[in-house]
């Protein structure tokens, strides 16, 4: 397994197929809620480096991703923090270390760009807690959401 950090031209069609599978095991509302991303707004993060996309490859086909996105805290202008948006390991490639040395490189690549904090969400219905706790994270919030459209 490789990895790396990516710039979105570079990955973003070969992230769409994994996006998909995603979303399907992971988003509650698929019903009311379709996957639709903002490439145009994903792009504009990247030009200015808000987005950071690292890579797990395996013989050259991107089989996971991490993605953040890093900029000044509001409350902590001094800090840089790195939110998580995504993170995404095929199934076939779970077992083993491969998330763990996934979250390991991002994390180090992340320091070394000045990043002091790093916060990423666990699903209650397909937690990664397991990994999270495993990668030397702590649990420090819960997040309640409502759908509230029509």
Known sequence: MKF???CLNNVRHEMQR?????WREVELNQDKIPLQPDWEQYSRLDAINVLHIYTARSNGILVGYVVFFVSPAIHHKEFLFAVGDVIYLEPRHRAGLNGIKLLQYAEQELKETGV???SLNSK????IDSLLRRALFTNTERVYTKYIGD
């Open 4 to 6: 790396a950090r990516e």
């Open 18 to 22: 994994l996006l998909d599978a995603h």
């Open 116 to 118: 002091s904090l790093i």
């Open 124 to 127: 209650v219905d397909t937690p």
